[in-house]
């Protein structure tokens, strides 16, 4: 049985273990297109900016693998094509 990554913030290991994700990565889509120079991202505490940014940054690093059966994997191709350094 899936159980909730209550105080995990690692994309990568949300995706490898047995907890519950929910698909938030059509939001990098939506920020990749809008094509802004800054980005602002305010949300209280414990709302999931650490582990939006650990998404984000495994994206850019072209970790495929975590992104089976997620939106990001079939619709934006160029993540996996040029990666970035961090």
């Known amino acids: 049985m899936k159980s909730l990554p209550i105080g995990i ?3 990568s290991k949300i995706r490898t273990s047995n907890f519950y994700y929910v698909d938030k990565t059509s939001l990098i ?4 297109k ?3 120079k800054y980005y602002f991202l305010s949300r ?3 709302f999931g900016k ?4 650990s998404t984000l ?3 850019f690093k072209t970790q495929k693998e975590y992104f089976k059966g997620l939106f990001l994997k079939n619709n934006i191709i160029i993540l996996f094509t ?5």
């Open 57 to 59: 940054k495994s994206a």
């Open 29 to 32: 889509s939506k920020l990749i």
């Open 50 to 53: 650490s582990l939006f940014l």
């Open 34 to 36: 809008d094509n802004k």
């Open 44 to 46: 209280p505490r414990r």
């Open 9 to 11: 913030q690692t994309f």
């Open 82 to 86: 040029f990666p970035f350094t961090f």
